[in-house]
Nanobody, 117 residues
Framework: QVQLVESGGGLVQAGGSLRLSCAASGVAFSIDPMGWYRQAPGKQRELVATITTTGGTNYADSVKGRFTISRDNAKNTVYLQMNSLKPEDTAVYYC???????????WGKGTLVTVSS
């Protein structure tokens, strides 16, 4: 059973930065990809960014140029560097890991990011 533990959320002013981390444990299969999703109040969960084991990345248009996803394969850890934060980035951010080749999704409990104007 894969467990994901997120850290790094908090309150920041608009224009500021935060770095989220997510460590996976209990991994019996490869995890590919890992990524971040977010859910704002009253909205559906949406993709923020994903990264494969070979470093291939995918970003939501709303965060391109501001957020950077990275991962440490040896530690099964994924990071999200968030710069130039905007109030509309306020949401609960969830870490996601998909096992390969079984394609089972695992989710963290989420970490709250609040950006004040």
């Amino acid at each position: 059973q894969v467990q994901l533990v997120e850290s790094g959320g908090g309150l920041v002013q608009a224009g500021g930065s935060l770095r989220l981390s997510c460590a996976a444990s209990g991994v019996a299969f490869s995890i590919d990809p890992m990524g971040w999703y977010r859910q704002a109040p009253g909205k559906q969960r949406e993709l923020v960014a994903t990264i494969t084991t070979t470093g291939g990345t995918n970003y939501a248009d709303s965060v391109k140029g501001r957020f950077t996803i990275s991962r440490d394969n040896a530690k099964n850890t994924v990071y999200l560097q968030m710069n130039s934060l905007k109030p509309e980035d306020t949401a609960v951010y969830y870490c996601n890991a998909r096992t390969w080749p079984t394609s089972v999704d695992y989710w963290g409990k989420g970490t709250l990011v609040t950006v004040s104007s």
